[in-house]
């Protein structure tokens, strides 16, 4: 039976020894990735039958023969032109070297299998690391879903604007064709939240930012005379009563606390909720809400909505580890449940603003419908070894929030320069080594638009712009939204870099203070698992700058380095 599903007498010969599931996780780095799957489906408790109709056949092409050699030459005279089968790492070292652009929406035929898969009964899931595609992934699939009816309509959705930006340049590039393009919304969930709730109750209340949510809930701290420092306060909020919509005091009572690392006595919950509706009260006489609170109010207003109008057939999300729960719930309500609902790409080792997410609690199961990819085709090795050990030691909880992911497995093919990691006694004396640096990588044939520096504070950044543009470099900020034909060298934040990827880049400032950043870490003594969080989310926000390099690393910093980057 296992035979006719494709397995093979090697693999055959190993999986007689698993058990289950777990067991089977730990063998999936060693397995071809499509008979890794068909043992992921059977062992979600799908039959022999199911499996073959949904997996084996969808891999053969209609009028594929049954000869095993022709079958494979079937496969390649049926793939666009577009796509290119790679064999071999020279290979694809020759489709790197072609114009960046052109790169970033190149398929693998491993990742093809899983965007052009006619079609999955429910919610899907495509996690990996770094580099290994996911995005391209998500697009391909838009374009798949795009063309299977001539009216369907798709939300392709991410987290920030920046990255929103991108997706849309990239699918563009993809489609190279407006009609097909007019069908697609392509948005952060916030912005199409706020979009529902203006379309579907007329007005929506002004967003507060997270400076400004802050210093309410300082005044709240003040006026209540509380135990609990305004951080607190904003993380009960946001992780206990936005995550699970709890609307009420006796909700809030019998809420259930998993992941705080202070226990709440029925006196204390009280005197949050106190705090929690003197917040409200002062947000709502200012006219304003949340962006949280926006997601959560388009959530209920598109529950009761006609789709037809107001949602989409298919929604696609991307980097979809850092949506919170009240974003899922917008994204759940926008689609009618059903085959290709919602297709999810993301990684948890990019999870830089610390949600915690159960996708099976928000009625999105995945079970028999994941993916995982383990080869990176951005970075080099050597960048993936050296941003890998900024993470060494971390649990890192997966995409669903029901285990733990792992890095192990995941590998490049190429190979290329060790990154450079540089300490300097002065600030002034690392800016000007970073200047020759990046002429050294301009005299190479580097175009400025390929070159990306990111520092954890804008007065940095602001700092390398000057002594570029006397050295004669041009530069422009990401936060600007440049163009892809804009000349310059990319300046960002460090998490304005999420989603990003250059041929070099050069993250500086990486010092003791800045990374990790001590105002965003809560302190132990207010709540343990809290400041752990914290902190891993600071080694993930390192680890996400440095994998945005394809071909060339460089670290910096002046003074005491940061406690998360690599030993030599």
């Avoid at 079958?71 to 020279?90: E, F, K, Q, W, Y």
């Avoid at 003040?222 to 607190?232: I, V």
């Avoid at 520092?455 to 900020?477: H, K």
């Amino acid at each position: 039976m296992l035979r006719d599903l494709g397995i093979d007498d090697q693999v055959l010969r190993a999986v007689r020894t698993i058990v289950d599931k777990p067991q089977l996780e730990a063998f999936g780095t060693l397995l071809p990735e499509d008979q890794f799957e068909v043992l992921q489906y059977l062992a979600e408790g799908f039959s022999p039958d199911e499996v073959y109709r949904d997996l084996v056949v969808e891999r053969r092409p209609a009028d594929a023969p049954e000869e095993p050699n022709e079958s494979l030459a079937m496969a390649i005279a049926n793939t666009a032109s577009r796509i290119t089968l790679v064999t071999r790492p020279d290979e694809l070292a020759e489709i790197l070297d072609k114009p960046f652009a052109a790169w970033r929406v190149f398929l693998h035929p491993s990742q093809r299998r899983v965007a052009y898969r006619v079609s999955y009964k429910g919610p899907a899931q495509v996690t990996g690391g770094p580099g290994t595609g996911k995005t391209v992934v998500a697009l391909h699939r838009v374009k798949h879903l795009l063309s299977r009816t001539p009216d369907s309509r798709v939300l392709l959705t991410t987290y920030t604007n920046a990255l929103a930006a991108t997706l849309r340049e990239r699918l563009a590039l993809l489609l190279g064709d407006d009609e097909q393009l007019a069908r697609v919304e392509v948005a952060t969930v916030n912005a199409f939240a706020s979009r529902s709730v203006r379309a579907l109750a007329g007005r929506v209340a002004a967003p507060v930012g997270d400076a400004d949510e802050r210093q309410v809930w300082r005044r709240v701290c003040r006026q209540l005379d509380l135990p609990w420092p305004e951080q607190f306060l904003a993380q009960e909020f946001r992780h206990v009563v936005l995550a699970q919509d709890v609307r009420s005091r006796d909700d809030y009572r019998a809420a259930s606390r998993r992941g705080r690392g202070t226990a709440l006595g029925t006196r204390q919950r009280d005197q949050v909720w106190d705090a929690v509706e003197m917040f409200l009260a002062e947000l709502s006489a200012a006219g304003n809400l949340t962006h949280l609170q926006v997601c959560a109010r388009a959530a209920q207003l598109l529950d009761g909505a006609d789709l037809s109008v107001h949602g989409f057939d298919h929604v696609v999300v991307d980097e979809a580890q850092d949506l919170h729960p009240a974003q899922w719930r917008v994204l759940r309500a926008a689609v009618a449940p059903g085959p290709d609902d919602l297709f999810i790409t993301g990684d948890p080792h990019q999870r830089i603003y610390d949600s915690r997410v159960s996708l099976s609690a928000l009625g999105i199961s995945v079970a028999g419908r994941s993916s995982r990819l383990r080869i990176n085709y951005r970075n080099t090795e050597e960048i993936l070894s050296w941003a890998a050990g900024v993470l060494v030691g971390s649990r890192v909880d997966d995409l669903g929030g029901e285990g733990e992911d792992s890095l192990a497995g995941y590998r490049s093919l190429l190979h290329g320069t060790r990154p450079h990691a540089q300490g300097h006694d002065t600030q002034q004396a690392e800016v000007a080594a970073l200047v020759t640096r990046v002429g050294k990588w301009l005299d190479q044939g580097v175009q400025p638009g390929e070159i990306a520096i990111c520092a954890r504070f804008n007065l940095l950044l602001n700092t390398v712009y000057d002594e570029l543009t006397a050295a004669g470099i041009p530069a422009v900020r990401v936060r600007d939204q440049p163009g892809a034909d804009a000349d310059g060298v990319r300046l960002a934040t460090l998490h304005a870099m999420k989603g990003l990827e250059f041929r070099c880049v050069a993250v500086v400032g990486v010092t003791a203070k800045a990374v990790p950043f001590t105002k965003e870490v809560t302190p132990s003594e207010v709540d343990q698992v809290q400041y752990d969080s914290d902190l891993l989310r600071e080694r993930c926000l390192l680890f996400v700058a440095a994998t945005r390099a394809r071909e060339a690393l460089h670290v910096s910093w002046s003074g005491a380095p940061s406690p998360f980057l690599p030993r030599a």
